[in-house]
């Protein structure tokens, strides 16, 4: 006789982008055995406030491999408190790490699913993190591929406070993300103040400058670039972020988490794309756009690292009139009202 499924662990460290493509796994799952507690294993209490206010994760487990864990004396302990919970499934999105391995151990005996990342072809990561799935009968090219994010009531609160007390209400707000992981993903940053200036002037937004504490230069330089007036955000938790995200009517961006957050919330996302192709990380949903110039030779490169001489060839490549064009025509079609 099959033992029932109660007891759901996922293993899966990674950044805001890699964390939230594992949403329609957990959704699917939660579909599949809709009894089960699910518990997540992430590096970083950062990116644990993804699933805070989920309502399909029952725990948030934090496995910082730099930090707490960074002994074996720190793993052993994280084993001893996850060993009670008597998991009947686990799913290892870590399967190169060895501390990840032991940790697995824990719950043994049960059911392991490992995950493999497709090699050979390019397929979107939400896909690929679908894959492992296929043994319990879940298909993962006709599974539903949305993002999920909620913010907290009092998170949506911050927003709305944040929105007031700077006089934007009835204001059509568009959100600069102006930071990347790598500097070859970023678009040039006086490009950012000049789209900003054209957008206020043409179509009367409110550009909100968005990032983490770090990203506040960026949002420093490009207000001494406007002409214009702009409101800086940089520096707020994930989910005020979110909640802040979901009153634009899109979010102008390169490849980073900022952006999977805008989808997850159903904010339409202009992403301005060069190093990395969309194919594998391109936002999901609709009424999303992506600019990028793949006539290039050498775009999409896959790499963090620029292999010609003109350094962020890509990314230069893209101007503010090209960009400023689709951003007209996304506030043509916004719909924001109707969200």
């Known amino acids: 006789m099959e033992r029932k499924t109660e007891n759901i662990l996922i293993i899966k460290p990674g950044a805001i982008g890699d964390l939230l493509h ?28 993804l699933f805070t206010a989920n309502p399909m994760i029952d725990e948030v487990v934090i496995f910082d491999k730099k930090g707490e864990q960074r002994t074996w004396g ?14 009947d499934l686990v799913l290892n999105y870590q399967r190169s790490n060895l501390k990840g391995w032991a940790l697995v151990t824990a719950a043994i005996p049960c059911r392991v699913l490992v995950y493999h990342k497709t090699r050979r072809r390019v ?13 319990l009968g879940i298909d993962p090219k006709t599974a539903d591929r949305s993002l999920d994010f909620f913010p907290s009531g009092q998170e949506k609160e911050y927003a709305e406070r944040f929105i007031a007390e700077n006089d934007l209400a009835g204001k059509r707000l568009v959100a600069f993300n102006p930071g ?19 957008l206020v002037r043409e179509h009367g937004v409110a550009v909100v400058v968005v990032g983490s504490r770090d990203e506040a230069p960026l949002a420093a330089a490009i207000r001494e670039g406007m002409k214009e007036e702009m409101f800086d955000l940089c520096g707020c938790t994930l989910g005020e972020l979110a909640a802040l995200l979901e009153h634009c009517e899109f ?40 600019v990028m110039h793949d006539s ?21 490549t893209i101007t503010v009139e090209e960009v400023g064009q689709v951003a007209a025509e996304m506030l043509a079609q916004s719909k924001r009202g109707d969200r």
């Open 22 to 49: 594992m949403t329609p796994v957990i959704r699917a799952l939660k579909g599949l055995y809709p009894q089960a507690a699910i518990t997540i294993m992430v590096s970083s209490r950062v990116t644990a406030t």
């Open 74 to 87: 720190g793993v052993f302990k994280l084993w001893k408190r996850l060993r009670p919970k008597k998991f």
């Open 123 to 135: 397929i979107h990561a939400i896909e690929d993190h679908l894959r492992p799935l296929a043994a």
């Open 180 to 198: 990347t992981s790598a500097e070859n993903k970023c678009w040039p940053i006086g490009r950012f103040a000049e789209l900003g200036d054209r």
């Open 251 to 290: 979010l102008v961006t390169g490849d980073t988490g900022p952006m999977h957050m805008a989808a997850a919330v159903g904010t339409p996302v202009l992403a301005l794309y060069g190093p990395i192709s969309p194919v594998r990380s391109g936002p999901v949903g609709e009424g999303h756009r992506i």
């Open 296 to 316: 290039l030779e050498c775009c999409p490169c896959n790499s963090f690292k620029c292999k010609i001489k003109k350094f962020r060839l890509c990314m230069e």
